[in-house]
Nanobody
């Protein structure tokens, strides 16, 4: 059974930092692109970042470039999202997701349950 379990969300003031973690099990971790998505109330889910396995490149949404950094520890089957200089508009439910391919195609095969990030002004 494939499981993606996020942790690390919480309440933080604007300008603060959080580090999200995603523990993956039940799939060959290095064979699938891994991404972070978020969904705010009343808004569509959007991709925040994605790590491709074929070229090891990480893509970021324009709204988080320079503030968020995604990393991966393949030995531990973990991915992380370091979020700095958080803004109230970053408030959302953040999901870890495994792509169906080894590159970031946007076709998600597996989702985590999400972790809430709330940024107060």
């Amino acid at each position: 059974e494939v499981q993606l379990v996020e942790s690390g969300g919480g309440l933080v003031q604007a300008g603060g930092s959080l580090r999200l973690s995603c523990a993956a099990s039940g799939l060959p971790f290095d064979d699938y692109a891994i991404g972070w998505f978020r969904q705010a109330p009343g808004k569509e889910r959007e991709e925040v970042s994605c790590l491709s396995r074929n070229d090891r490149r990480t893509n970021y949404a324009d709204s988080v470039k320079g503030r968020f950094t995604m990393s991966s520890d393949n030995a531990k089957n973990m991915v992380y999202l370091q979020m700095n200089n958080l803004k109230p508009e970053d408030t959302a439910l953040y999901y870890c997701a495994a792509d169906r391919n080894n590159y970031c195609s946007g076709r998600v095969g597996y989702w985590g349950q999400g972790t809430q990030v709330t940024v107060s002004s």
